[in-house]
Structure formats: structure tokens, C-alpha cells
């Protein structure tokens, strides 16, 4: 297994931006295809943005796409998730998720991904 940890959180106005990192251990990384989930207060962890092994295929939920860009650098054994035009209700624990195996569109469940990091929070002011 990969472990993961996640960095960059932290509190923004909204419209502004933050970039999240996850480290991630392990000489295996490049063959995992990588995720980020989210988690508000009292709400269900969702998922967020995927991207396959190589980086040629992304994937995004509806409510971040156009704002949200996952990208991954195999070299570093990193992901990244940058935000931009953050709004209040992006505010979240966000977590690093990695899985062994095909990504496509529909590999948006939580039960897809078998490795996940420890969590970074993002709080978006109004």
C-alpha cells in the first residue's frame, strides 16, 4: 500500500485561491491512479477530482470543474489539487486517496479508492 499525506490547507477568502499537496511514500506510486475527496460538517466525504496513472485522464465532480485542476508529478511521488475561485461552501476536511487499478468516469466512490491520507482543511470565508 501508499501512504499519504496531504497538505496546504487553510483559511481563504472566498473567490480566492490554495493549492493542496499529498505526499505520497512508496517506489509503487506511478501506478496508482490518485483522488481527492471532501468532507463538510455533517455531510457524507464526496468525491472531488481523480487522475489516472500516467496523468493523461482527469476527472472532475460538477460543482468544481472549470475551478478545481488535480495534476500529479510521478517524479516526486506527488498530487496536487489546485483551487481557485474557492467558495464558502468548498469548505472542507479534503483527502488524498489512492487506488490500484482502471480509473474512468464512473470510479468516483469512496470504496474505489483504497489508500487515504489523514486530511487537510480548507475554510472559505465570505
Known amino acids: 500500500q501508499v501512504q499519504l499525506v496531504e497538505s496546504g490547507g487553510g483559511l481563504v477568502q472566498a473567490g480566492g485561491s490554495l493549492r493542496l499537496s499529498c505526499a505520497a511514500s512508496g517506489r509503487t506510486f506511478s501506478s496508482y491512479a490518485m483522488g481527492w475527496f471532501r468532507q463538510a460538517p455533517g455531510k457524507e466525504r464526496e468525491f472531488v477530482a481523480a487522475i489516472s496513472w500516467s496523468g493523461g485522464n482527469t476527472y472532475y465532480a460538477d460543482s468544481v470543474k472549470g475551478r478545481f485542476t488535480i495534476s500529479r508529478d510521478n517524479a516526486k511521488n506527488m498530487v496536487y489539487l489546485q483551487m481557485n475561485s474557492l467558495k464558502p461552501e468548498d469548505t472542507a476536511v479534503y483527502y488524498c486517496?489512492?487506488?490500484?487499478?482502471?480509473?474512468?468516469?464512473?470510479?468516483?466512490?469512496?470504496?474505489?479508492?483504497?489508500?487515504w491520507g489523514q486530511g487537510t482543511q480548507v475554510t472559505v470565508s465570505s
Open positions: 486517496a489512492a487506488r490500484r487499478g482502471v480509473l474512468t468516469s464512473t470510479t468516483k466512490a469512496i470504496a474505489d479508492f483504497g489508500s
